[in-house]
Each structure stands twice: as structure tokens, then as C-alpha cells.
């Protein structure tokens, strides 16, 4: 089977691509910069959301559904959240098309121009609070927390499917709180929430940070992200969770009566991550052959091969491993005996090599007889040959272990790519390599913008828990206390 995949040494960009196309996750749309997401991409979306959505709940979180479209006027209302978002808004002027009467098509009817002009949501925020003004009236009502899972558009320029489309898939929830404490405490809390998901079901080891005021979600007070590193060493923002203070609640006038008896403005959150999460999955782990899909997140588990040269053979492995299948359905792990006899073996290999599938069993006369299977495991091509019987409990286990070795592969790598340094020229240098660079900084929006400029680095976030140190800002050499974390980024 001629994979045809771009090697990553070659061209990592085109390698990403190529992965994308030929194992069937998504294909390009016919509206430049979306994309269609085909059955095996979306089904990594589905357990992504499953995950994540039983985690919200479990937090307290109950979701809600807001219109697609906003009034124009609403995202006036918080200024750095409009200044934020007016390039990338699509606007919606007319509801009727018509016949040309010139004979040349279908035209937008010029008397069917809108009262308002609607955007098309980029972020929920203004159409969300708008509402919260009439669900909000005590303390009684508070905390209010709700999540949304839906689709936005941003109109980007350089689109690259799943890490950057100009429509694409995700949640966002927006949380409503008596006091300012309580609304930092929910905004790390979901923060916590995404990091532990990364770490769990991708096996993405991540950064947890603040950013500086440049890199902030508009109309934020802070923002606070997870930061994973790709295998090309740049990095890729995984989620963002944003303590909004009470801008979009005066922006809104969403008021309660405090216990106190007095009015006062709610404290507010928002967070969420998106299908570039699929795009992580696939640039952290997958390797030349295909796709590399930890356990938690693919959509097939344990793909099983019968060997055969005939109907006679054939049956006699079926009776074997039909059993096996329910087996592993009844223990919640996804099984498919391929007995499809328009593909050989090697071809059957290869395509679940290239979609990434976790384990492969392989069974032949020989193993029927001698009662064996062989196992193959993708995250590191290896195989061998194992006792029929418990094989269940064996994939079971094989299966956690391919989970963690995932992980501890892209932690040993990510480790390993953080470099620290303390001058301007090995900055420089350290910069045209793979991975992240621990330097200090001076505070000031001017050096961070002049090192981007310079280097096309950002300061990618503050760690959390960041240990103080005195040292100087590696451009400007002003004092600073901590270091900060830049790379090159999707």
C-alpha cells in the first residue's frame, strides 16, 4: 500500500498534511479556509468531547446552547474585546438572494439588506452576557456555569486544517461569580481540568502558564493557557482559560443583589479549547507510517487480521476470535475483525499502521493450531507472538501501557528541548533549533515585541508556580525576577 506521505525530516509541514489527507481525518472544503471532517477525525472529536464533557459535569457545569449569529452592536459594547476580533469577524449584511435580472445568476435581493448587521460568532461572550442579564438578578443565582459546545468562524488568512480554519468546532464555557475569588479560582480550575485531560487522554505533556498582557484573550484580565511542544520542537497552545473580572458584566450591565443588599457588578470566566486538539494529537505523536493514536482517543482499539487460503480456514478462526471481539466490547475496548477478503494481509497492516490503531492481532492456521496470536503494538512497531488464552486481559494491560509510553515519550522529548540561556547571542542561536527557551524577561510589552519582531518567537507563557530567581532580561539586560518560556508556535 504506497502510503505516500512526506517524510517529517523532508518536510514536516507537508508531512502533517499529507497524515491528514491520506489517514482520512479531514479534506478540504470547497469555502476556502474550511474544512470537512470525515468520519475517523470526528470520531476522535467524539471521545475528546465525551472526556471533556463528563469532566464539566462532574465540576458542576451543565451545557446550554446560544445562537450562532450576534448583533453587530453587541460587540461594541467591551472595546478591547471588538479591537480583538474586528479582523477576523464575517458579516452577514442580506437575508434573500434573487435571480439577476440581467440574466447573469443569482444575486443578493439589494431590498433584503439587514435592519442590523449580524457577526457570525467568533466567541460567545456578548451574546452569552446579553442573556446572563436576565438570568442574573441575586446572589441566589450565582454561580452560574454554563458550557457550550458549538462551532465558530475567524476569518484567518493562513489556514491549515485542524490547527488554524477559518470555521472550526469547540467548546466554551462562560461562568458567572458573587466574587472575584471565586472567579480566579474557577479559571484555574478549568485550567487544571484541561492540562489533566492532555496529559491523560493525549498523552500530551503541557506547561501550565499565564500570558503576558500581549498574548491576553481580548477583553480578559488574565489569561492562563497549557502549552504543549510539537515533534518540530514549536509550540501550540492547547487550551486557554480567561478570568474576565467584571468587563463583559459592566459592558452588559448584568447585576445582583449581593447578600450584603447591595447591587453589584457578577465576576466573570471563560475557557475552552477546539478541534486543534486533534491537530496536537497528531503532530505530538504520529511518526513516517501514519498516525501514532494513544488508546483514550482512538476510535479503534485492536484490529484483528485472520490469515487464511481458504472459506474452510477462514470459519475456523472466525469461530476463535468472534468471541474475542465481544470479549473486548463487554471490558469498553473497541475491536473489528477484518475478514474482508478483498484485501491482503500486508495491505490490511499497512492501513491500520497509517490510521494509527494501538494494537493489531494476527492469526494464521499455524497460530489456530498451536493456540498463539501475534501482537502488534504501534506506538513502537513491535510484535510478538502470545498465548490465545488471556489474551483479553493481555491487550487490557497492553493497552495502558501503550497509554503511558505515549506520554512518557513526548515528556522525555519535550524535557530534553527546553534549553535555558541567559545571553542575547545564544538566544539567537537556540532559536533556529527545535524546542522552547527558558530565558528572563523584563516585563515590558516593548522587549516582547521587539523579540518577535527579531525572531518571530512569542513569549509563549509564565509558568505557573514559576520559581523566583534575580537575573536580566536576555534582550535588554533590565532586571527581572523570573524566567519566561518563548518559542516559535502554530
Avoid at 256 to 275: D, I, M, N, P, Y
Wanted: proline letters at 4%.
Amino acid at each position: 500500500m504506497a502510503k505516500e506521505i512526506t517524510s517529517r525530516e523532508a518536510d514536516y509541514s507537508q508531512w502533517y498534511n499529507d497524515l491528514v489527507l491520506k489517514a482520512g481525518l479531514a479534506d478540504y472544503s470547497p469555502v476556502r479556509g474550511c474544512m470537512v471532517i470525515k468520519p475517523y477525525g470526528f470520531g476522535i472529536w467524539e471521545k475528546m468531547q465525551a472526556a471533556l464533557d463528563k469532566r464539566f459535569k462532574e465540576t458542576g457545569h451543565v451545557n446550554a446552547y446560544f445562537p450562532l449569529f450576534i448583533p453587530k452592536s453587541f460587540l461594541s459594547k467591551e472595546a478591547s474585546h471588538i479591537e480583538g476580533f474586528a479582523k477576523e469577524c464575517a458579516v452577514v449584511t442580506h437575508y434573500r438572494l434573487i435571480n439577476d435580472p440581467n440574466g447573469k445568476g443569482v444575486i443578493v435581493d439589494p431590498e433584503a439588506k439587514l435592519e442590523e448587521e449580524l457577526i457570525v460568532r467568533p466567541t460567545s461572550e456578548t451574546i452569552i452576557w446579553n442573556q446572563y442579564k436576565n438570568w442574573i438578578q441575586s446572589y441566589r443565582d450565582l454561580p452560574l456555569l454554563i458550557n457550550q459546545w458549538a462551532n465558530v468562524v475567524r476569518w484567518e488568512m493562513r489556514t491549515r486544517l485542524f490547527l488554524r480554519t477559518a470555521e472550526f468546532l469547540w467548546q466554551e464555557g462562560h461562568t458567572a461569580h458573587a466574587t472575584a475569588q471565586e472567579a480566579i479560582e474557577e479559571t484555574e480550575k478549568m485550567l487544571d481540568v484541561y492540562a489533566q485531560f492532555a496529559e491523560e487522554y493525549l498523552a500530551l505533556p503541557v506547561i501550565r502558564g499565564k500570558k503576558t498582557a500581549n498574548e491576553r484573550f481580548a477583553g480578559a484580565v488574565d489569561t492562563y493557557c497549557i502549552e504543549a511542544m510539537m515533534q518540530d520542537g514549536q509550540a501550540l497552545q492547547a487550551g486557554t482559560s480567561h478570568f474576565l473580572g467584571q468587563n463583559f458584566a459592566k459592558a452588559f450591565d448584568v447585576q445582583f443583589l449581593s447578600k450584603e443588599g447591595k447591587q453589584e457588578h457578577v465576576w466573570a470566566t471563560s475557557w475552552g479549547v477546539s478541534t486543534r486538539l486533534v491537530g496536537a494529537l497528531i503532530m505530538a505523536h504520529s511518526d513516517d507510517d501514519g498516525l501514532v493514536l494513544p488508546p483514550k482517543l482512538a476510535p479503534l482499539h485492536v484490529a484483528i487480521v485472520p490469515i487464511h487460503k481458504g472459506e474452510e480456514d477462514l470459519n475456523k478462526l472466525r469461530e476463535r476470535l468472534i468471541p474475542l471481539v465481544n470479549e473486548l466490547k463487554a471490558r469498553g475496548i473497541v475491536a473489528k475483525l477484518d475478514d474482508d477478503d478483498t484485501k491482503r494481509p500486508g495491505f490490511k497492516f499497512a492501513e491500520y499502521e497509517l490510521r494509527g490503531v494501538p494494537v493489531r492481532l494476527a492469526m494464521g492456521m499455524r497460530d489456530y493450531e498451536a493456540g498463539t496470536v501475534e501482537v502488534a503494538r504501534r506506538d513502537t512497531k513491535t510484535k510478538g507472538t502470545v498465548p490465545f488464552e488471556g489474551i483479553a486481559d493481555h491487550i487490557s494491560a497492553l493497552l495502558d501501557e501503550i497509554q503511558q509510553n505515549m506520554y512518557n515519550k513526548a515528556l522525555a522529548f519535550r524535557d530534553s528541548h527546553i534549553r535555558k540561556t541567559d545571553t542575547w547571542d545564544e538566544f539567537l542561536k537556540l532559536i533556529e533549533e527545535p524546542g522552547f527557551i527558558s530565558a528572563h524577561w523584563d516585563g515590558s510589552s516593548e522587549t516582547e515585541d521587539k523579540i518577535k519582531e527579531l525572531t518571530k518567537a512569542t513569549i509563549r507563557c509564565i509558568p505557573i508556580n514559576n520559581p523566583q530567581e534575580d537575573g536580566k532580561c536576555v534582550f535588554s539586560g533590565a532586571p527581572s525576577k523570573e524566567r519566561v518560556i518563548f518559542a516559535r508556535a502554530y
